[in-house]
């Protein structure tokens, strides 16, 4: 079945750039998305990419598709402490339709 | 604009007690509603698609008649924890998805139960 995989934590200090990666199995997805989520919190929709695009930037996010490699990555910008979280890769066939998650890769800002 | 809000926020009760979590989506009509749950540290789980006006699509392994799950109205969606256990102790999160155009699911603030 559809696999996606993430690297478990990352940590940064404040006002560097960080990157998350991802990599996936489905060659037939066609949206993959970031999510985040804070502690004790649901799911906040960052961003996401249809699979013919190769980059999308908004504000501090860059998303980043290889669709060869299928390897998605994630880079925040002026990473500051309040981005501290989880944050959660997913791809989908169709939009809306049933996503398959990464793991999760935990953030750390350190000041 | 895409709320979606799910009540409550955090339930403490007694084994064999039904809980009955909510989940709306506020400013859009929502077709397909999804339910999922996490455990400490983990990633989501898929336990069921609910589709408004007939049965919900579980997944392997979810038990039906214990999650029982109704979406009457595009805009609500409900799970109910049946008799429920310290077993069925986590964190439920539900999404909708926009019906108009292909809108990714937005999801709600979960819910934490705590079986005693």
């Known amino acids: 079945g559809e696999d996606v995989e993430q690297s478990l934590f990352l940590s940064v200090r404040e006002g560097d750039s960080s990157v998350i990666n991802c990599t996936y199995t489905d060659s037939s997805s066609t949206y993959l998305y970031w999510y985040k989520q804070e502690p004790g919190a649901g799911l906040q929709l960052l961003t996401y990419i249809f699979s013919n695009m190769d980059m999308k930037q908004d504000q501090r996010l860059t998303v980043l598709l290889n669709k060869k490699d299928k390897h998605l990555s994630l880079r925040i910008a002026d990473t500051q402490t309040g981005d501290s979280a989880i944050y959660f890769c997913?791809?989908?066939?169709?939009?809306?339709?049933?996503?398959?998650f990464g793991g999760g890769t935990r953030l750390m800002v350190k000041p | 604009g895409a709320v979606v809000s799910q009540h409550p926020s955090r339930v403490i009760c007694k084994s064999g007690t039904s809980v009955k979590i909510e989940c709306r989506s506020l400013d859009f009509q929502a077709t397909t509603m999804f339910w999922y749950r996490q455990f400490p540290k983990k990633s989501l789980m898929l336990m069921a698609t609910?589709?408004?006006?007939?049965?919900?699509?579980?997944e392997q392994g979810v038990e039906k008649d214990k999650f029982l799950i109704n979406h009457a109205s595009l805009t609500l969606s409900t799970l109910t924890v049946t008799s429920a256990h310290p077993e069925d102790s986590s964190f439920y999160i539900c999404?909708?998805?926009?019906?108009?155009?292909?809108?990714?699911?937005?999801f709600g603030d979960g819910t934490r139960l705590s079986i005693l």
């Open positions: 997913a791809e989908s066939n169709n939009a809306g339709n049933m996503l398959t």
């Open positions: 999404s909708a998805r926009d019906l108009q155009g292909n809108q990714p699911q937005h």
């Open positions: 609910s589709n408004e006006g007939s049965k919900a699509t579980y």
